[in-house]
Nanobody, 116 residues
Framework: QVQLVESGGGLVQPGGSLRLSCAASGLTFNNYAMRWYRQAPGKERELVATITSNGGSTNYPDSVKGRFTISRDNAKNTVYLQMNSLKPEDTAVYYC?????????WGQGTQVFVSS
């Protein structure tokens, strides 16, 4: 059974930092490209970071570029999202996503609140 388990969310003040983790099990992790998405209340789910299976390439939308960094440790079956200079508009549930060919899996999400 494939599981993606996110952790690291919480409440942070504007300008602060958080690091999210997503631990994967039940799959051959180093085959999978990984992504982080987020969804704020009343808004559509938004892609915030992508990393290739070997970690050699990453991609970000303009809304987070320069502030967020995705990375992975294939030995630990874990992908990370380092979030710096957080803004109130970064408040959302953050989801981990794994894809290999037609195999797609989602985590359950972790809540991030950015507020003073």
């Amino acid at each position: 059974q494939v599981q993606l388990v996110e952790s690291g969310g919480g409440l942070v003040q504007p300008g602060g930092s958080l690091r999210l983790s997503c631990a994967a099990s039940g799959l051959t992790f180093n085959n999978y490209a990984m992504r982080w998405y987020r969804q704020a209340p009343g808004k559509e789910r938004e892609l915030v970071a992508t990393i290739t299976s070997n970690g050699g390439s990453t991609n970000y939308p303009d809304s987070v570029k320069g502030r967020f960094t995705i990375s992975r440790d294939n030995a630990k079956n874990t992908v990370y999202l380092q979030m710096n200079s957080l803004k109130p508009e970064d408040t959302a549930v953050y989801y981990c996503y794994a894809r290999y060919n037609w195999y797609v899996y989602w985590g359950q999400g972790t809540q991030v609140f950015v507020s003073s």
